[in-house]
């Protein structure tokens, strides 16, 4: 834990910024079956005949809604029972449906996701995580060799590529390059697993690592992973060959820190909660809620299962803090009408965390 952490006048009474940002993870819940699966396959289907369900709910995130009506079909012709779709995208298995919210189902079958440990699910879930075998290391490790990158890497990988950390790693190491897969919280299933509200398990490295490599497709992941670390971060997509040149570290951040100065003066904040399981940091809430108003500024806890900027026009706040999903206020924050600021942005616009080293809003 930094120094900046320790805050030698915290208001008596309120909870220190260190136990508010970085809460003790909390420990992995036992759920009433969670059961992961890499595919639809045989393994899942048979699974889920022996569940003996009365119905089943299918959720998928918006890239596999195309798949998703097949699926349905084939789970239903090959378990006899009946299957309706959750028609709201999942962007993560952190915002699975409320029991009371799935007609009757009782179970769901989420596709393209990991389970995350420390969530309760309140069904038994099937996660299906969709696991490519795509990419053939060989080619991907001359394509890394031919880089430049640094001969000391860190990797993490969308689940969806995880089967190829190990031969990637085989095969660079033949060509001198050490790359090391590091273990993450609670949050997450695998070592090596990207999530894009954590990525402890870069972080688990610490100092070793000279840069990260991301091996998945698209930005969404390299975006959440530079701000995380303070390392070069290079993208691979293992499918496309195509090595992605580090991140502009330095331009996201002063991205952020104009979003915190435009927040400085504010006296009106909105705190916004999540109702999801996965999501809900209402304890956070309060406290930042608590640290603004000893610091003389007014502050109002929303909350709202999906967050949609239309629920916040018209409202009298001057900047809102985002104690749901990381990734709202750092990738739609332009969907706002107000600054949009993550809990540790908040703590450097209050003055109580210092502008410098940039926070990741990690969620635990
Ligand atoms: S909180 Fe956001 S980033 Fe984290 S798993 Fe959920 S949707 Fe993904």
């Known amino acids: ?63 596999l809604v195309r798949n998703a009506h097949e699926l349905a079909s084939e789970i239903r012709e090959a378990t006899g029972r009946p299957v309706v779709m959750v028609s709201r995208a999942c962007f993560g298995a952190c915002d699975a449906p409320a029991a009371d919210k799935i007609a009757g189902a009782d179970a769901l079958v989420v596709l393209g996701h990991s389970p995350i440990p420390n969530v309760a699910y309140p069904l038994p879930t099937y996660f299906v995580e969709m696991r490519s075998t795509g990419g053939d290391p060989a080619s991907l490790a001359a394509t890394v060799a031919g880089g430049g990158l640094p001969h000391r890497l860190g990797v993490v990988a969308s689940v969806q590529h995880l089967d190829l950390v190990e031969p990637l790693t085989k095969a660079l190491a033949a060509r001198g390059i050490e790359l090391r897969t590091g273990a993450g919280d609670h949050r997450l299933a695998h070592a090596a697993q990207a999530l894009g509200c954590n990525y402890t398990s870069a972080q688990s490295l610490g100092a070793w690592a000279e840069a990260f490599l991301f091996l998945g497709t698209g930005r969404f992941h390299p975006l959440g992973l530079a701000l995380a670390v303070d390392r070069p971060v290079w993208a691979l997509d293992p499918l ?85 999903c990381p990734r709202i206020a750092l990738d739609d924050a332009a969907s706002y009408p107000r600054p949009m600021l993550t809990p540790p942005e908040f703590l450097m616009a209050l003055g109580e965390l210092p502008m410098e080293p940039y926070r990741f809003d990690t969620y635990h």
């Open 1 to 63: 834990m930094g120094d900046s952490l320790r805050s030698s006048d915290d208001p008596p009474g309120a909870s220190s910024i260190a136990a508010i940002l970085d809460p003790s993870s909390p420990p992995v819940v036992r759920s009433p079956i969670s059961r992961v699966f890499p595919d639809v396959g045989p393994p899942l289907l048979e699974a889920i005949r022996e569940g003996r369900h009365r119905k089943l709910a299918l959720q998928v995130p918006a890239g």
């Open 240 to 324: 496309r060959n195509e090595l992605e040149p580090p991140v502009d570290r330095a331009g996201l951040i002063r991205g952020r820190l104009l979003m915190v100065a435009r927040a400085l003066d504010a006296r009106r904040f909105g705190i916004l909660v999540s109702t999801f399981e996965g999501q809900n940091r209402s304890g956070m809430a309060a406290s930042l809620a608590e640290r603004a108003r000893r610091r003389g500024r007014e502050a109002e806890i929303l909350v709202a299962g999906r967050l949609d900027p239309r629920d916040l026009e018209g409202r009298q706040f001057d900047a809102y803090v985002n104690t749901a």
